[in-house]
């Protein structure tokens, strides 16, 4: 029963496996991101807030230690309700993560978010996380000064955001277990997005700065540096590679891919927490911003890797670039303008137009690793697992993810980078083994050249010709010049073909042709050379059916019958061919012939090492012999000559 199978030859169930296997590797994380933002309450076992109050539910935080009050909260635009005592109506309701712009108020502008908490545990002692925002605020608990991040003010040159948040102090719940949670914001252009404000509680107050660094030590003050350093050792040990091996063969394009990398992480978000817990300002909005950025050249260095291992239906140089150009054109131009628009819908919408124009390059790469090329899993699973990453982290900065995954760009992308280098590894030690293949074959073919020429410039087929030449000028001058002539031309043919590897067939006969006449001016009875070509545009190695009339010539005899004949015949196959010399004399014993004949063993060696030909030599005593030489069309290249 026949297989069905595209165009291509890929069978159907293949190639939707792998698109099955596709969707799975790009789409994972971010359905995690998903998961996380819808259920994020129920992970954590409490109510999203209400109308802008959030329950505790008489439940103590020192047994979580932190908590984020997801839900409604009370916003005031262009107010400051605390510094200014301003006790007028809220102006609406905003969701949790949600930017001003989608209740219908513009982007610019300071405001306000405040929240009643009920129900907290009185004498826990409550601040602000040391966490990653961006917007710069001061935070107020009952009143008090907990936390500020960056330096908020209601003037857009003095508002600067250019850190996570500071703790200030803590506030203690009250007998009656209320606490009033305000978030003055300065001036900003994103409508306060990325605003994450996070609960924290300890036993004490001396204790609390220590304790809130202690369950991040691993996560956010290691592995962000820890993943940096991985980076760059596996550029260090591309890069390495790629000198060692002097690029024969190993493309530089992964190596393109971890810059790329690198350059990514640098603005990720876990990277953005670890250069502000360590002193390093940085304000998160611009890494954010550029974040998008980054994220559009690590998409072209992806298309360019996913090229180069041939996971692409662009096979050419120019014609990748006339694809290539334009793409990178077109993905930068969104990343920038997702930068500049920042936190709007039109940023959102240039972000979706970036990740969708990029999708194709791993619908490519899924489509040639079903078609079982060895070196196309590797390129398949890096962009679709990249792909995972980029998609993940940009869903985090557009706030659906409510829940804090850990450093998961960084420990991403460092065992993307660890596996992508192993594979890099892998391709270089088989070019090396490939490469001292091809110079053994190049070695093993310099001697066989060598001793095939030697073959055929043979000291008793000099002796012959020049006696038969001596012969000819005693009939008469005519013939002897003639005669001259062909051992010239028969010489020179050798000399000249000593450092070529293929000659059209054309001329190969030329030389069969002068060598055969040659051979009849000292025979009493001339050889009869018959042809039946069907094909002649490819090409032979030079001097390889010489030794072939040679044998028929010294074995087979075919001279001595009547009506003998030497025959060459070619057929072609679809892209194979297939070469016959056949005569009609009296026969030999091949494996003898095998056995003596050095130039025959010689000629077939070379036919099998140039042109991967497969040689049968038939014969039979009283029925002549033939040969038969069977390899795939190879035109005549300039290279070869």
């Known amino acids: 029963m026949k297989e069905n199978t595209s165009h291509s030859g890929v069978p159907y169930w293949r190639y939707l496996l792998f698109l099955l296997l596709a969707t799975l590797l790009v789409s994972f994380g971010p359905a995690i991101v998903m998961e996380a933002s819808v259920h994020y309450p129920d992970m954590y076992s409490y109510k999203e807030a209400k109308d802008g109050v959030f329950d505790m539910e008489n439940r103590s935080m ?3 230690w932190w908590v984020s009050p997801s839900g409604e909260w009370e916003f005031y635009a262009n107010r400051w309700i605390e510094t200014d005592n301003d006790s007028a109506p809220r102006d609406a309701i905003l969701p949790y993560g949600k930017s001003w712009e989608e209740i219908g108020y513009p982007l610019e502008g300071y405001a306000s978010l405040k929240l009643s908490i009920i129900n907290a545990v009185p004498g826990d002692e409550i601040t602000m996380d040391r966490i990653m925002v961006f917007a710069a605020a001061n935070f107020y608990l009952n ?16 508002s600067k955001d250019i850190g996570n948040t500071q703790v200030d102090g803590y506030a203690t719940v009250p007998a009656d277990g209320k606490v009033t949670l305000i978030a003055e914001i300065g001036y900003s252009n994103t409508g306060a997005i990325g605003f994450k404000p996070v609960l924290f509680i300890n036993k004490t107050t001396a204790m609390a700065y220590q304790d809130s660094r202690q369950f991040r030590t691993i996560f956010n003050n290691y592995l962000p540096i820890v993943a940096i350093i991985t980076l760059v050792m596996m550029i260090g040990i591309g890069m390495t590679l790629l000198l060692v091996s002097k690029k024969r063969g190993l493309s530089p394009s992964f190596l393109y891919l971890l810059i790329a990398m690198f350059a990514y992480d640098i603005f990720s978000s876990d990277q953005g927490f670890f250069f502000v817990i360590n002193g390093l300002y940085v304000s998160n909005t611009i890494m954010a911003r550029l974040n998008f950025v980054f994220a559009a050249f690590l998409l072209c260095a992806i298309f360019y890797y996913l090229f180069r291992m041939g996971s692409t239906p662009l096979k050419k140089e120019k014609d990748f670039l006339k694809v290539f150009l334009p793409f990178s054109a077109l993905e930068i131009s969104l990343g920038i303008a997702s930068a500049i628009l920042y936190g709007g819908k039109a940023s959102l919408i240039c972000s979706l137009f970036q990740w969708a124009i990029a999708l194709p390059l791993v619908l490519f790469a899924a489509y040639y690793a079903s078609r079982k090329k060895p070196r196309s899993l590797a390129p398949f699973i890096i962009s679709s697992l990249l792909l995972n990453l980029l998609v993940s982290e940009w869903l985090d900065f557009q706030e659906l993810l409510v829940w804090d995954l850990v450093c998961v760009p960084s420990i991403g992308l460092s065992l993307v980078a660890i596996v992508g280098i192993i594979v890099f590894f892998r391709r270089d030690l088989e070019l090396q083994k490939q490469f001292a293949q091809e110079a053994e074959l190049q070695e093993r073919y310099r001697i066989s050249q060598e001793e095939a020429l030697k073959g055929q410039i043979k000291p008793h087929f000099i002796f012959n010709c020049l006696s038969a030449i001596e012969s000819s000028y005693h009939k008469n001058v005519e013939d002897g010049d ?16 000593m450092e070529v590897s293929l000659i059209p067939f054309e001329d190969e006969i030329k030389n069969i042709e002068r060598y055969l006449e040659l051979e009849n001016l000292r025979l009493e009875k001339p050889y009869t050379l018959l042809y039946d070509i069907e094909v002649s545009d490819f090409a032979l190695p030079p001097l390889s059916l010489q030794p072939f009339v040679e044998n028929a010539i010294k074995y087979s005899k075919a001279n001595e019958k009547e009506n003998g004949f030497i025959s060459l015949e070619t057929r072609q196959f679809g892209e194979e061919i297939v070469l016959s010399i056949e005569d009609n004399g009296v026969g030999f014993d091949p494996n003898a012939i095998k056995a003596t004949s050095q130039g025959l063993k010689n000629v077939k060696e070379r036919l099998s090492l140039i042109l991967g030909a497969e040689v049968q030599i038939v014969s039979a005593p009283n029925q002549g012999s033939k040969i038969q030489i069977r390899f795939t069309k190879k035109k005549i290249n300039v290279k070869d000559n």
Do not use: Y
């Open 62 to 64: 020192k047994d979580r």
């Open 482 to 497: 003639h005669a001259m002539s062909l051992f010239a031309q028969h010489l020179r043919s050798d000399i000249d073909t």
């Open 143 to 158: 009143g008090t000064l907990v936390a500020h991040s960056g330096i908020p003010s209601k003037n857009k040159d003095e």
